[in-house]
């Protein structure tokens, strides 16, 4: 790592480029050598004084530029440890056309999947679980909250809520929600989700061994029956460094042209 640290840091000294701020162009570096392979996933970078020296900088300026690389999930920092080159994750994509679950979707891609538990159990459902499940203030709502892990890397936190009436005994399910609804007749045929993009705050870039104020997707996810009844209301949060979602668009055709102009 010395000599490359050499390198990658005197580019910054001996040749600056004129007119951009020198945080920006110890990150451009820093960047270009670990997409290079100058420097790999798990090496340590030297002490900020150290790169400060290097580079001819000031510490700020180098603080600067590593938290920038932070937060773009290509640096990670440890509490006493220093700052590191952050593992590669392989990128998922995901079909928004297509209901189906997590541990499903994997499976496909023959990954190895697991969960987490970080909750499971009956709870007062909470207005806006009231609003969506169709719930009263008197009944309950069984909360689903995993971490849920492919191939060793985290990549998603989803929480689930549904009516006691249709998950009565949470502690039920094994890996996949939509395996144990199937068992009773009560898997979803369709549903609704809305992505917004969104920052990890400190306690989801923990369980998902990403920086804090890393780019996530948040989706929110309504699921109904064949019936039209509202089956599951789960909100999720995804690593942005991790999961690419597609939708395939079609061109309408004039009856749809039409139809769109009344």
Known sequence: MADAAERIFQAVRDAPQKGAPLYLQLRRSIEEAVNAGVIGPGDALPSERDIAVKADVSRVTVRKAVQDLVRGGILIQRHG???FVAPRVSRVEQPLSRLTSFTE????????VRSQWLDRGLYPPSPEEMMTLGLSPSEQV???ARLRVADDTPLAIERASLAATILPDPGMIGESLYAALDKT?????????????????????????????????NIERISYLASGKVIE?????YRGDAYDFVVELRLGDKTDEGQSKT
């Open 105 to 112: 979707d994997m499976a496909r891609r023959g990954m190895k």
């Open 142 to 144: 069984a909360r689903v």
């Open 185 to 217: 007749g009560h898997r979803p045929v369709r549903a609704i989700q809305r992505l917004s993009a969104k920052n990890l705050n400190e306690a989801e870039a923990a369980l998902l061994g990403a920086a804090p104020g890393s780019a996530s997707l």
């Open 81 to 83: 440890s220093g700052t």
């Open 233 to 237: 209301f789960t909100r999720s949060v």
